[in-house]
């Protein structure tokens, strides 16, 4: 396709479940981003890709999460024992540069948990 | 630490107004300056980017004013439209950090018809 997907685009999990988040990046983009957006705020970053290196995952909130881009595609943002402050929209943006300048984001996952 | 402050909250402008969303920042290390439109249930969208060696960038109906010394940014939405009600967002970034955006906490528009 010719943007970024995400899916699934909504998730609930109960409290404790692990959550798998994927993000397919637009052909031949090789920095790929990931951030999360609480409800009614800027996205906040969390990691970045640039192939299949990940060079910054400084926004990782906590240990629970965990990223991956193994073949420099296609990309998938896990969170283990999830708890209630993980709800939030998660966007991915990938970017043909390095430079990371005018990426493009998906439309995100809503992950609530309950 | 917020490091991107973004006014107003929200903002009700009649069509065919002018829009003005303001941004500060702090990090004088930030060289790149995109300001992102964002509709329900979508990612956010590219609008205009600057850099810091302009004080001035328009596409269109979209502006960006740039004020390095008082490290401050602006959006201008010349003749609002109601299509144009949205959250915008304005950002920065650097290659220090590795490109990743610092956003502001956005700015909900309505154009009233």
């Known amino acids: 396709g010719a943007g970024v997907s995400q899916s699934p685009r909504y998730k609930v999990a109960k409290r404790g479940q692990d959550v798998a988040l994927r993000c397919d990046p637009i052909s031949g983009h090789v920095s790929l981003f990931w951030y999360q957006q609480a409800l009614g705020q800027g996205p906040e970053f969390l990691t970045y890709?640039?192939?299949?290196?990940?060079?910054?995952k400084s926004g990782l909130p906590s240990d629970r999460f965990f990223a991956e881009r193994p073949e420099g595609s296609v990309s998938t943002l896990k969170i283990q024992r999830t708890q209630q402050e993980d709800s939030a929209v998660y966007l991915c943006a990938s970017s043909l540069a390095r430079t990371g300048a005018g990426y493009t984001f998906g439309s995100g996952t809503r992950l609530t948990v309950v | 630490q917020q490091q991107v402050k973004q006014s107003p909250q929200s903002l009700i402008v009649q069509k065919g107004g002018i829009s003005i969303i303001n941004c500060a920042y702090e990090?004088?290390?930030?060289?790149?300056f995109p300001w992102y439109q964002q509709f329900p249930g979508k990612g956010p969208a590219l609008l205009i980017a600057?850099?810091?060696?302009?004080s001035e960038k328009k596409e269109g109906r979209f502006t960006i004013s740039f004020n390095k010394s008082a490290k401050q940014f602006s959006l201008h939405i010349m003749d609002s439209q109601p299509g144009d009600s949205a959250t915008y967002f304005c950002?920065?970034?650097?290659?220090?950090?590795?490109?990743?955006?610092?956003f502001g906490a956005g700015t909900i528009l309505r154009v009233k018809s």
């Open positions: 950002a920065a970034s650097t290659m220090e950090y590795g490109n990743k955006l610092v």
């Open positions: 890709f640039q192939n299949e290196a990940q060079l910054d």
């Open positions: 990090n004088t290390a930030f060289d790149y």
């Open positions: 600057i850099r810091p060696d302009v």
